[in-house]
T-cell receptor
Framework: AQSVAQPEDQVNVAEGNPLTVKCTYS??????LFWYVQYPNRGLQFLLK??????LVKGSYGFEAEFNKSQTSFHLKKPSALVSDSALYFC?????????????FGKGTKLSVIP | GAGVSQSPSNKVTEKGKDVELRCDPI?????LYWYRQRLGQGLEFLIY????????KSGLPSDRFSAERTGESVSTLTIQRTQQEDSAVYLC???????????????FGPGTRLTVL
């Protein structure tokens, strides 16, 4: 079974500082990894994904994530946080095997960027 | 273009009543997913539709839950004899290419917040 762990329920960071939201995963075979963001009373919005290739993936709104196979991690990062980045962030994984279309989501990390 | 839409946005019902939730996917998206998001939790997969193939219902929590989809268009999620533990946000998502073929991202609707009193 595949699983995702987001060890921090909440991350607080000052505006302008770098931010990291952690994610580790477990899946059979090669992983496909995703980050989504959820603003209040809104659906989830896709940020970025790792499929193959370069371990550093760049996405929307200046976010990036680094795939680390040995540590089974896919941490989300941004060099300089904005107050508008405050939201709930979800990491998700699915396997690469045939029929592996189910995304398994983490419980989410609430990011608060303090002005 | 238009995104995934869901209706109603909020639904309050009494325990024991049936409810029907609707999802309009992005036009042309062949895959459609339903998820449940309980307060403070991640997303639970409920059901997956892909074209005319038999849906994957493996995530439905009980036989009180059912879903239908007409072709590659609207889907409805029905919960019969609702219980308080059914209270959650129900999210629908669609994707352009079946996820089993290539790992395309899913586009989510705003969700329906269901409250069972």
């Amino acid at each position: 079974a595949q699983s995702v762990a987001q060890p921090e329920d909440q991350v607080n960071v000052a505006e302008g500082n770098p931010l990291t939201v952690k994610c580790t995963y477990s899946v059979s075979g090669n992983p496909y990894l995703f980050w989504y963001v959820q603003y209040p009373n809104r659906g989830l919005q896709f940020l970025l994904k790792y499929i193959t290739g370069d371990n550093l993936v760049k996405g929307s709104y200046g976010f990036e994530a680094e795939f680390n196979k040995s540590q089974t991690s896919f941490h989300l990062k941004k060099p300089s946080a904005l107050v508008s980045d405050s939201a709930l962030y979800f990491c998700a994984v699915r396997g690469s095997g045939a029929g592996s279309y189910q995304l398994t989501f983490g419980k989410g990390t609430k990011l608060s960027v303090i002005p | 273009g238009a995104g995934v839409s869901q209706s109603p946005s909020n639904k309050v019902t009494e325990k024991g009543k049936d409810v029907e939730l609707r999802c309009d996917p992005i036009s042309g998206h062949t895959a459609l997913y339903w998820y449940r998001q309980r307060l403070g939790q991640g997303l639970e997969f409920l059901i997956y539709f892909q074209g005319n193939s038999a849906p994957d219902k493996s995530g439905l929590p009980s036989d009180r839950f059912s879903a239908e989809r007409t072709g590659e268009s609207v889907s409805t999620l029905t919960i019969q004899r609702t219980q308080q533990e059914d209270s959650a946000v129900y999210l629908c998502a669609s994707s352009l290419i079946p996820a089993g073929v290539s790992p395309n991202e899913q586009f989510f609707g705003p969700g329906t917040r269901l409250t069972v009193l």
